[in-house]
């Protein structure tokens, strides 16, 4: 299958960006004009956030803008913050529930193949809960959002990361063995990947490392990998919270063996996003990030 390259419009509404985002529109007609295949959607304000594009008539109004341009979604990054299926509260847990179920509805309306989720809270665990119980709740409640979702004919993929609870290469593995369904997947973030592998950022002790780092956790999640995000590394944090997604090129990443890797894995889907999230000039580098992009899969037989 040829690769389609996208970009992730979160790189133009957080950070810097924040204060004052790009807007979609304008968004739209740079990745047109770059070349691109697709966006992937934020699933926030500014950008594709669901209550402010209701259904009907406005959503087919709101994908037209990317149909007109050449474009497809990519993928969904779907806001589930302050929502955690891993609280104590009941209620709580039911909104998350009813958070997918309204943000998938978004997905299908619009034709986006996959919906990103997380694991809400930063590290080590949801407030009040402990191991065991969150890792259950967790489990449990993306085994129920996959039946939900492979219904709708999208894809549900977990973004894990150093600024979020379960971030140990090993956890990673085991939460898509325990999840146990055949729609959930991993979202694979080569540098979440590098910094969580390698680096072990924002690790409890005993923190798990892997020798052949992101290369060796692609292998390990052979046949559950989803959907995937290439960006560089310098193995720095954003913040001190999550991964820094430095420029290709300016990093660690030994991109060839990452996606010979990847490839090995399995990996099928067409998509390959380039996710320039909190980087400051993230605007100004789009160009050559597609440049590099492109040439990197066509030098591993992925793009014509």
């Keep these: 299958m040829a690769a389609r390259v996208s970009v ?3 790189a133009f509404a957080f950070g810097i960006y924040e204060a004052e985002p790009i807007p979609l529109d304008k968004v739209i007609d740079r990745v047109s004009e770059l070349g691109f295949h697709g966006l992937e959607l934020l699933g926030m304000k500014p ?4 209550d402010e594009i209701p259904p009907g008539t406005e959503r087919k109004k709101f994908l037209k803008k990317f149909k007109d341009r050449g474009l497809s979604l990519s993928n969904y ?3 589930f913050r302050g929502k955690s299926p891993a609280s104590s509260d009941p209620a709580q847990r039911r909104e998350y529930a009813e958070l997918f179920t309204k943000n998938l509805a978004f997905c299908a309306d619009c034709g986006i ?3 990103r989720v997380d694991t809400v809270n930063e ?3 949801t407030p009040g809960v402990g191991y065991e119980d969150a890792w259950k709740r967790f489990a449990e409640a993306w085994n129920r959002c996959a039946a939900e979702a492979e219904r709708e004919g999208v894809l549900v993929v977990w973004e894990f990361e150093p600024g979020f609870m379960f971030n140990k290469p090993r956890e990673v593995v085991k939460m898509v ?3 146990g369904h055949r729609n959930f997947k991993v979202l694979f973030d080569s540098c979440h990947a590098h910094m969580c592998s390698v680096a072990g950022a924002r690790q409890t002790e005993p923190r798990d490392t892997l020798a052949g780092g992101s290369s060796e956790l692609a292998k390990l999640l052979k046949g559950q990998i989803g959907y995937v995000h290439l960006i560089d590394s310098d193995g720095s944090l954003h913040d001190n919270r999550t991964s820094t997604h430095a420029p290709f090129g300016s990093g660690v990443i030994d ?4 996606v010979e890797a990847i490839k090995g894995a399995g990996y099928r ?3 390959w996003t380039i996710d320039l999230c909190f980087w400051p000039k993230a605007w100004e580098i789009l160009g050559e990030s597609k440049r590099f992009m492109d040439g990197l899969l066509k030098k591993h037989g992925l793009l014509g």
């Design 77 to 79: 990054g779907a806001d």
């Design 113 to 115: 193949p996959s919906i």
């Design 47 to 50: 950008h594709g956030d669901p």
């Design 255 to 258: 991109f060839d063996a990452l």
């Design 269 to 271: 889907d067409d998509w």
């Design 177 to 179: 063995n325990d999840v």
């Design 123 to 125: 590290p080590p665990l």
């Design 8 to 10: 992730g419009s979160s």
